[in-house]
C-alpha cells in the first residue's frame, strides 16, 4: 500500500485575512485601517484609495467582507468538518489599537480574538496567526506616514506584546509581517506598509506617487521590528514558533541567453531571497548593499540595527505561492499580467481568469531552492485558484478546476518532501471565498465554501459547500493520499 510522504502531524488547513474577511469594520471600537478607504474595482482600473472615505458614491468591500466577524462560529465548524488542523487568520490591529499609537488595547476588540481562538482550539484546530496582513492602521498613515516612520517600531511592538501575552499557552504559531517582500514593488507600499504619499485625492490603487528609497527604509523599520517581534514572543513563551511570510514569486529566464540567466539571478535576489536572507541569516546580504549604493538609497539605521537582526532570526520560512514568470533582458517583451513582482509570460504555461500562470511543479522548485538556501523548515501559507464559480440552479457549485489546480499543487509539495524538504503545513488561501486583495472583487473566488455575496451589493452572505470541499476532506484525512 502506498504511504503517505507527508508527516504525522502535517498542518493541513486554510488562510484568510481579517480585512478581506471580517467586515464589521467599525465596531465594537474599531479603528479604520488601510483597506476600509480602499474601494471595490478592477486592479489597475477603478480600485480607488479615498483617503476622505465617501459612502455615498463608493463601494468598500471591507466593511461587510463576508461577515465572518459574526459568522466565525457557523465558519470554523465547516472547516473543523473538513478536518483543518490550523486555522490562519489574521488579527485586524486597529480592532485592538484603533489608531495605532494607543498605549492601552481594546478590550472589545481583543475579546473577540478570544472567542475565535477559543473556538478554533474547541476542535483541535492549531490557531496560526499572522500578525499584520496589509491591515496598517490609518491612523497612522496619517501620523507618520506608517512604516515609513521609525515610531512604528515600537507601535507594533506593543501590540505584537498585547497579543503574545493574551494568548499565551493558546497560540504557538504567529507570522509577523504578510508577504514583507512585497515592499520591493509599489503595491507593497500601500498594501503592506500603509504609505499613501497622497492623502487628498481619490486616486487608482497604482497611482499613488511612489518613492522606493522611503519603501527599503520602511522595510528595514520592518525588519528591525519582526526581529524583535520573534526576541519578544520567545521571552514571553519558549513554546512560540515565529516564521516570516514571503511571496515566493517562481522565476525562469526566458531564454538560455546567459544575459537573461543573469537577469533571473538579479531577480531572484532581489525578490525571493531579500528578506529571508536577512530573516534566516539575520543580516543584510551583499546584494542588496550593492543595490542601495546604485540607486543612491542611504538607509537611516540606528546603532544596534544589526544586533537585532542577528538575534531576532525567524523559526521557519512561510510562503505565498501562486505564479511564476519569465525574466527577459529583450526590451520588446512585457510584463505580463497578474504578476505584481513584474517578469514576462511562460509560453510553456496557462493562465487563470485573472491572468496569473499557474506553475504547479514551479512549487517543488520553490520548496527546493529555499530548503538548499537556509535548511529551516518550511510552511506553505497561501496557494489557490482564484476563479468565477457558477451557484448551478441546484445550488452545487462544480469546482473542478479547483480541485485540479490544488491537486496538482498538492502533487508537487508532495514530490518535493520526497526531494527531502521540511515541510510543516499547508494552508489554501481564501479557503472561504472572500474579498480580493489587488482588485476588491468578490467575483474572484477561492473557496471551498462558496459565500452568496456579489459586486453589485447583493447576497446574504450564505454558506454553501463547493465540490472542492468534500475532496478537501479526504485529502486531510487521508494525509494527502488521495488526491
Ligand atoms: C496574497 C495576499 O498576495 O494573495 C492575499 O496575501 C491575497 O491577501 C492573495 O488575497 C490573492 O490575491 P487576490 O488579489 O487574488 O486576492
Redesign the pocket.
Known amino acids: 500500500m502506498k504511504k503517505t510522504t507527508f508527516k504525522e502531524n502535517f498542518l493541513w488547513g486554510g488562510a484568510i485575512?481579517a480585512n478581506?474577511a471580517e467586515g464589521a469594520w467599525d465596531v465594537d471600537g474599531k479603528g479604520v485601517s488601510v483597506p476600509d478607504i480602499c474601494t471595490g474595482g478592477k486592479?489597475g482600473q477603478s480600485k480607488l484609495i479615498t483617503p476622505v472615505m465617501d459612502k455615498e458614491k463608493y463601494f468598500y468591500p471591507s466593511h461587510e467582507g463576508i461577515q465572518h466577524f459574526y459568522r466565525f462560529k457557523e465558519d470554523i465548524k465547516l472547516f473543523a468538518e473538513m478536518g483543518f488542523k490550523t486555522f490562519r487568520f489574521s488579527i485586524n490591529w486597529t480592532r485592538i489599537f484603533p489608531n495605532g499609537d494607543e498605549e492601552e488595547p481594546n478590550e472589545a476588540g481583543l475579546k473577540h480574538y478570544d472567542e475565535v481562538i477559543d473556538e478554533c482550539l474547541k476542535y483541535g484546530i492549531e490557531p496560526l496567526i499572522t500578525i499584520s496582513?496589509?491591515e496598517a492602521p490609518f491612523g497612522l498613515t496619517k501620523k507618520c506616514n506608517a512604516w515609513v516612520s521609525r515610531d512604528m517600531i515600537g507601535y507594533y511592538l506593543n501590540y505584537c506584546r498585547t497579543l503574545f501575552t493574551r494568548y499565551k499557552g493558546k497560540v504557538r504559531y504567529w507570522l509577523t509581517f504578510?508577504?514583507i517582500n512585497?515592499a520591493t514593488e509599489p503595491i507593497g507600499a500601500i498594501l503592506g506598509q500603509g504609505i499613501l504619499n497622497d492623502l487628498k485625492n481619490p486616486t487608482p490603487f497604482m497611482e499613488q506617487p511612489d518613492l522606493p528609497e522611503q519603501r527599503y527604509q520602511a522595510l528595514h523599520h520592518q525588519l528591525i521590528a519582526s526581529a524583535l517581534a520573534v526576541k519578544l514572543a520567545k521571552e514571553i513563551s519558549s513554546e512560540n514558533q515565529v516564521g516570516n511570510m514571503q511571496?515566493y514569486a517562481g522565476s525562469y529566464p526566458l531564454t538560455p541567453n546567459p544575459a537573461d540567466v543573469l537577469l533571473n539571478q538579479q531577480y531572484n535576489q532581489m525578490k525571493n531571497y531579500l528578506c529571508s536572507d536577512i530573516q534566516v541569516k539575520g543580516k543584510y546580504p551583499y546584494y542588496f548593499e550593492t543595490f542601495l549604493q546604485k540607486e543612491g538609497i542611504e538607509l537611516i539605521k540606528e546603532p544596534g540595527d544589526d544586533d537585532i537582526l542577528m538575534e531576532g532570526k525567524i523559526d521557519f520560512i512561510s510562503l505565498?505561492y501562486?505564479v511564476s514568470s519569465c525574466q527577459s533582458t529583450d526590451p520588446s517583451i512585457g510584463v505580463g499580467e497578474g504578476n505584481?513582482m513584474g517578469g514576462a509570460n511562460n509560453p510553456y504555461l496557462e493562465a487563470s481568469e485573472?491572468g496569473w500562470q499557474i506553475d504547479p511543479k514551479g512549487l517543488r522548485i520553490a520548496l527546493n531552492d529555499l530548503y538548499d538556501r537556509y535548511q529551516i523548515p518550511l510552511m506553505v501559507v497561501?496557494n489557490g485558484l482564484?476563479a468565477k464559480d457558477e451557484l448551478e440552479k441546484d445550488g452545487t457549485i462544480q469546482d473542478d478546476y479547483r480541485i485540479d489546480y490544488l491537486r496538482k499543487h498538492i502533487e508537487q509539495m508532495a514530490l518535493a518532501v520526497e526531494d527531502g524538504v521540511d515541510l510543516m503545513g499547508y494552508t489554501t488561501?481564501?479557503c472561504i471565498d472572500?474579498?480580493?486583495?489587488?482588485?476588491g472583487e468578490y467575483a474572484?473566488r477561492?473557496g471551498f465554501i462558496y459565500v452568496e455575496r456579489y459586486d453589485d451589493g447583493t447576497g446574504d452572505f450564505s454558506r454553501r459547500k463547493k465540490k472542492s470541499f468534500e475532496w478537501y476532506k479526504e485529502v486531510i484525512v487521508s494525509n494527502g493520499l488521495c488526491l
Not at 434 to 439: F, N, P, Y
Open positions: 485575512a478581506q486592479f496582513h496589509y504578510n508577504e512585497s511571496i505565498s501562486y505584481i485573472w497561501e482564484g488561501w481564501g472572500l474579498v480580493s486583495a489587488t482588485t474572484k477561492y
